[in-house]
């Protein structure tokens, strides 16, 4: 039962309607006693021949009366008891998704999405369980249980009563030795339900890929090797989980072998009556539930706990990066001073950066080159703040990023990154989504500036085309220039392009840069690009190779240099001649 003592913070803040709804539910166990109590009497009236038509409509009026009664209490106690458990799974699922957003992008490598899911659906919904039908059947069984008892030893035969409850503490043993063994199988099946639902979560989004390779077989078959798992895992559950009702109803069998034995001797000797004996029988009869409850308790306890427990190491891991206490709470702008010895990725012993120093005046665009792995990405998410295990400091306006609150920082950068992500919503709506209150007018013109204004008009529903998950209906030109758009609707003081210009032509590609030039004036742009067209125009162009600057300088200065840069430029250049068909 350590799961209530751990959610005892939500009970606390519940307090008042738990409380409400834990006394109704005792007057409700409290009222339940009555009918086998009234039966009894009729009984003996019936054996004796004495027996009214007043006296059993006085006493029929009372069972109508208690029932009615038992009916509105059990609805308002179900709203009070019910309604708190909906508000845990809520709560919890808040805490959850706001932890998912202050986690880095660490955490997303070591963590699969399909994992995350689980803890957010069949996690959740096991504690509310919990917090439900658990405070209820705890509450419900102990007081059915104990009025029950309290009325068969003070109304009836305490002797006889004594007699009945000699098989309870093996009941006991072995409940509680079904319980432990019930918690350490539903970990295993929540964990098996969350590689489930990782690979179904990877196979629908991945569903092109298979298709295309073919893979369909293999990934179905991948698929129910799985579902055998969760399968067997549950199997596995329900084996001890089905020792319950079997145990419980051995051991009524017993209680009623011993009250039909004894009482009818207490009968016979004149110790109870026999109305006495129908009385007792049916209060054994109400014991049943609180023995089948407290089997059913266990399943939904031990659920919780593990599902519990799978929730708090979730929301315990730390995040990777996080703001000081005496963090900026402005947006920055001004010069940026990138100065990095050395940084590598977690896990990685090969430095990704090395030695790169360069510095970047407000207004101006930097482009960057290298092969792929060189260190581009690297260079960009560490000013996005992604990692901060590195040798140096990185600033922005004069203070170090370090210094910023996130949000803020963030707030001034917009970042296109290589692998766009659109949501299933309007094209509207995707541009806009840094800033939903933006107006129609000002849609529009960023998606002007992104040279994607005209496409969405050909649309079918223009800018409320509905573009489907992660832009499934758009071309990756498309999807590039919408990731623009959306990006200049933040009006960042610091644009950055990660290679988000290789998917359209050359001709949309100069004139969307030409458009970034007219109108982002005074404030700085990074390009990063394997088409060295993306870039000629910067101020400032760095040529990166594992992870150490080989190159800095203009264009001009750059190709005067006949360098590394000046190598991949002539042979882009060839390139792009042989396409053309080899005419100048």
Not at 77 to 92: H, K, Q, V, Y
Not at 317 to 340: H, M, N, Q, W, Y
Not at 546 to 574: A, C, D, F, P, T
Request: glycine residues 8%; contains cysteine.
């Amino acid at each position: 039962m350590r799961v209530f003592w751990e959610l005892g913070w939500f009970f606390k803040e519940r307090r008042k309607h738990y409380a409400l709804g834990i006394f109704l539910l005792l007057l409700v166990a409290l009222i339940g006693v009555l009918p086998p109590r009234i039966i009894g009497f009729v009984v003996d009236e019936i054996s004796r021949g004495t027996l009214t038509p007043a006296f059993l409509i006085k006493w029929l009026s009372i069972l109508a009366a208690a029932a009615l009664v038992m009916y509105v209490l059990r609805y308002i106690w179900r709203l009070l008891i019910f309604g708190s458990s909906i508000l845990l799974a809520r709560n919890l699922r808040k805490q959850l998704f706001h932890h998912f957003t202050r986690m880095s992008p660490a955490f997303y490598q070591r963590r699969r999405v399909g994992d995350l899911m689980a803890h957010a659906t069949n996690d959740l919904q096991a504690v509310q369980q919990t917090a439900g039908a658990g405070v209820l059947t705890l509450v419900d069984s102990l007081a059915t249980g104990g009025f029950v008892i309290a009325a068969m030893a003070l109304t009836i035969s305490w002797e006889l009563t004594l007699i009945v409850l000699l098989p309870m503490p093996i009941l006991a043993y072995l409940t509680n030795y079904y319980g432990k063994m019930m918690h350490d199988r539903f970990h295993g099946a929540q964990l098996a339900f969350s590689g489930l639902n990782d690979k179904t979560q990877e196979s629908i989004s991945g569903m092109k890929v298979i298709k295309t390779f073919g893979q369909e077989t293999e990934d179905v078959a991948d698929f129910v090797k799985k579902t055998k798992k969760v399968v067997d895992e549950n199997i596995r559950v329900a084996r001890v989980d089905s020792l319950f009702d079997p145990t419980i109803s051995a051991v009524i069998g017993v209680c009623y072998f011993l009250t039909i034995g004894f009482g009818s001797y207490f009968v016979v000797n004149g110790d109870m009556t026999i109305g006495d004996l129908v009385a007792f029988t049916a209060y054994l009869g109400l014991l049943v539930w609180p023995m089948l409850a407290f089997g059913w308790l266990f399943n939904i306890v031990e659920r919780g706990r593990a599902s519990y427990d799978r929730i708090r190491v979730l929301l315990a891991e730390p995040a990777d990066i996080d703001d000081r206490k005496d963090a900026l709470d402005v947006r920055p702008a001004g010069d940026i001073v990138f100065s990095i010895n050395k940084f590598q990725f977690t896990g990685d012993d090969r430095a990704a950066l090395k030695d790169v120093h360069f510095e970047l005046k407000q207004g101006q665009t930097l482009g960057i080159a290298g092969k792929t792995g060189s260190g581009k990405s690297a260079i960009l998410r560490l000013l996005l703040r992604e990692f901060e295990n590195y040798q140096g400091d990185i600033t922005f306006g004069g203070k170090s990023i370090n210094d910023y609150k996130k949000q803020r920082l963030r707030e001034a950068i917009g970042y296109v990154p290589q692998d766009h992500f659109l949501f299933s919503t309007t094209v509207a709506g995707n541009i806009a989504f840094a800033r939903p209150e933006a107006t129609m007018e000002e849609v529009v013109e960023a998606a002007k500036l992104a040279h994607i204004h005209e496409d969405i008009l050909n649309f079918a529903d223009g800018y409320d085309t509905v573009v489907g998950e992660r832009g499934v209906s758009l071309s990756g030109g498309q999807k590039q220039r919408i990731s623009i758009a959306r990006a200049l609707m933040m009006r960042p003081e610091l644009l950055i392009l990660d290679d988000s210009l290789s998917a359209v032509d050359a001709k949309t590609e100069e004139a969307i840069l030409a458009s970034l030039k007219q109108t982002r004036i005074g404030e700085t742009t990074i390009i990063t690009s394997h088409r060295l067209s993306a870039i000629q125009h910067a101020h400032k162009i760095i040529v990166l190779e594992e992870g150490s600057i080989v190159e800095i300088g203009s264009h001009e200065e750059l190709m005067n240099k006949k360098g590394r840069y000046y190598e991949m430029y002539e042979l882009q250049q060839l390139e792009a001649l042989v396409e053309q068909g080899g005419e100048a």
